[in-house]
């Protein structure tokens, strides 16, 4: 899918979701938030029920600091399944 449609369908964007873990973000600050893309929130039925958590787009995630959760497998790690 080309990074329009992506865009335009909101699979270009993360939900903001508590982990496990603290860890510090790129201005120093801590948080347990983690930016868990919508794209695996829409194809996994046991993370739709994050669907509701605060929106941000991947780059301002990634330009934060944020850890970005992409695959199912990491989502179970943080706990989230």
């Known amino acids: 899918m080309s990074p329009y449609k992506q865009h335009a369908v909101g699979l270009s964007t ?3 979701v508590l982990g496990r873990s ?3 973000l790129n201005d120093g600050s801590p948080t347990q938030h983690i930016a868990i893309t ?3 929130l829409r194809a996994e039925p046991a993370l739709r029920r994050l669907f509701e958590a605060p929106v941000i787009s991947i780059e301002e995630a990634v330009a934060l600091g944020y850890r970005i959760v992409r695959s199912y497998a990491e989502a179970e790690a943080d706990g989230l399944a």
């Open 14 to 16: 993360c939900r903001l």
């Open 22 to 24: 603290t860890y510090a």
């Open 38 to 40: 919508v794209s695996l």
